[in-house]
T-cell receptor, first 114, second 115 residues
């Protein structure tokens, strides 16, 4: 398996623009997680899905953030409109359970909002 | 909510030395899982080692081992015969038995292996 695949690897956008981050989980993993990493706050769980259904989105910082998982092999995290404080590395991870065996992470998307 | 604390923001050791990274956590649960992840400059998060709380035996993976002290809620990582490729951020992580909160991470320790 190619692992968790995220795109793009880097994204630079202007404030106010819409940004869409993409993720392809490992086949057979029922859980998909979106994390955000910043120097100040470390790694924060934004939202997770089980069998394509959003289960807990309490970590999503604002209504500007939304996530979807239309099928078992694809998820998106969208920020609209983007702001400079959204600049961070966004990770997608997948697992076959909620956490007993850890998660497999993608290589992340570094988002810079100018 | 569970918390994970890594009190060493940065550590530096010479190649081939042994180094121990500290981690403490706070939980009221009895069944849980602990992990160490490595994040090299490539940014990839790599699972290094895993410990089940109900197992007393400390986990070992080649040069990596843990010292799990359940009563003290301590979970340290020991790296033996350190190598230049071990230079990375290391994150301690916690997952409850039910996993409802996902993995909770500490702030990380930046480990530098000097040649």
């Amino acid at each position: 398996d190619a692992g968790v695949i995220q795109s793009p690897r880097h994204e630079v956008t202007e404030m106010g623009q819409e940004v869409t981050l993409r993720c392809k989980p490992i086949s057979g993993h029922d859980y998909l997680f979106w994390y955000r990493q910043t120097m100040m706050r470390g790694l924060e769980l934004l939202i997770y899905f089980n069998n394509n259904v959003p289960i807990d989105d309490s970590g999503m910082p604002e209504d500007r953030f939304s996530a979807k998982m239309p099928n078992a092999s694809f998820s998106t995290l969208k920020i609209q409109p983007s702001e400079p404080r959204d600049s961070a590395v966004y990770f997608c991870a997948s697992s076959w359970d909620l956490g007993a065996y850890g998660y497999t992470f993608g290589s992340g998307t570094r988002l810079t909002v100018v | 909510a569970q918390t994970v604390t890594q009190s060493q923001p940065e550590m530096s050791v010479q190649e081939a030395e042994t180094v121990t990274l500290s981690c403490t956590y706070d939980t009221s649960e009895n069944n849980y899982y602990l992990f160490w992840y490595k994040q090299p400059p490539s940014r990839q998060m790599i699972l290094v080692i895993r410990q089940e709380a109900y197992k007393q035996q400390n986990a070992t993976e080649n040069r990596f081992s843990v010292n799990f002290q359940k009563a003290a809620k301590s979970f340290s990582l020991k790296i033996s015969d350190s190598q230049l490729g071990d230079t990375a951020m290391y994150f301690c992580a916690f997952s409850s038995g039910g996993g409802a909160d996902g993995l909770t991470f500490g702030k990380g320790t930046h480990l530098i292996i000097q040649p």
